[in-house]
């Protein structure tokens, strides 16, 4: 515990090395890497006349980074799978987007914080480059753009249903 006068609370550090992607409330693959969970919110800056010292920022929409996603290449066509059925023509199956959740653990098995990305969809998919005289592991990328972004502690962010969701993509029961 750490103690500032009144104020006492427990500092919780984590690693990065201790994560788990789950997709329709499952845990879809383990994976090595997880890049580019960001939020920016978009600002609009104005001037007042008269007014030289200041300025006037007025917040707009947010807007997600993609997330891309790697491991090493496995014989599980999951991934694969919810790629082609996104270019199946004839699947006719407008339900393709997915509640991705984030699950970071501490050391001790816990789940500290978990980012759920709302209507996630893949965007790209890469093998590596295919080497003969190589010995490396082979790497496949998953990268997923999503509509919304729920952050949680301690794991509660990511059992959303299709109701919760507000987006235009899903159908509401």
């Known amino acids: 515990m750490a103690s500032n006068g009144n104020i006492e609370h427990e500092l919780n550090y984590v690693t990065t090395n201790r994560f788990y992607v789950e997709i329709d409330s499952s845990i879809a693959a383990s994976f090595t ?36 996603l790697k491991r090493g290449i496995t014989d599980h066509f999951g991934f694969l799978n919810w790629i082609t059925k996104i270019f199946d023509e004839n ?39 295919l080497q003969a ?9 998953l990268t997923l753009a999503y509509e919304g972004l729920k952050i949680a502690k301690d794991g509660g962010g990511g059992n959303l249903t299709k109701r919760e969701i507000k987006s235009g993509f899903f159908q509401s029961n």
């Open 33 to 68: 890497e997880c890049s580019g969970l960001s939020l920016q919110i978009k600002k609009n800056v104005f001037f007042e006349g008269g007014v030289n010292d200041q300025q006037r920022i007025y917040l707009g929409h947010a807007e997600f980074a993609d997330i891309t």
């Open 91 to 129: 699947n006719g199956d407008t339900d393709i987007r997915r509640n991705v959740n984030i699950l970071l653990f501490n050391q001790a098995g816990e789940t500290i914080m978990s980012w759920t990305l709302i209507g996630a969809i893949p965007i790209t998919w890469k093998t590596p480059a």
């Open 133 to 141: 005289d190589g010995n490396a592991v082979a790497i496949e990328e």
